[in-house]
């Protein structure tokens, strides 16, 4: 009986000693994770540069992403079925014309597919690139008319108002205001999509939206 004592306290012992091994980790505090009882809130990924200095955390703002929506963003809110006043279409607000030089020539099948809008775009750029591949070259990094010339600017001023508005532009050193129908100027779209990274678009006058 007592051998038969001895063997089941070793044993609660035993257990009770491996029991007290196996703590809980702590729960680490991180400063990009923040929550309350109400809501769960993220500081990042933030809109803002500033916010990720120090951070092993890249900031994509600048990338080909960050171009194409703010550009959709600014021609139609980033609505891909929207149709403006004067019947340009989709998320980048194409007009008949432009689609048919990416050879699309059903403007209905266009509206209702997003795929094939995001194709079209890149497709547009492909050619604004090749048309205006001269001036690229010759104008980045300087400034006319007060605005830092970048690839990326050019390219998003030749979807507002064609290749051949941003050439007076720039062949003018600035002195031709070219604008849209609404107002809104080359010199804008140069200066407010500057910057961002567009040197994976390849230059081809023949680009279709396929």
Known sequence: MIKKWSFYASLIL???YLSSGFKPFELQNHNWFQSTDEELA????????????NLN?????????GFKEALAFKESQGKYFKI?????MGKYQFGLETLKTVGIHDSLAFLRSPKLQEKAFVALLSKNKWELRDEIEKF??????GVKITESGILAAAHLGGAGSVKR????????????DYGTSVKSYMHDFGGYE?????ADNDAKAK
Request: aromatic letters at 16%; a positive charge; one cysteine or more.
């Open 14 to 16: 035993i257990i009770g």
């Open 42 to 53: 993220y500081q990042f990924p933030s809109k803002k540069q500033k916010d990720y200095v």
């Open 57 to 65: 955390i890249p900031f994509t703002g600048k990338f080909f992403i």
């Open 84 to 88: 403006n006043s004067l019947g340009y």
């Open 140 to 145: 980045s990094g300087k400034v006319v008319s």
């Open 169 to 180: 532009f720039l062949n003018s050193n600035g002195k031709k205001k070219c604008k849209d």
């Open 198 to 202: 567009t040197s994976g678009i390849v």
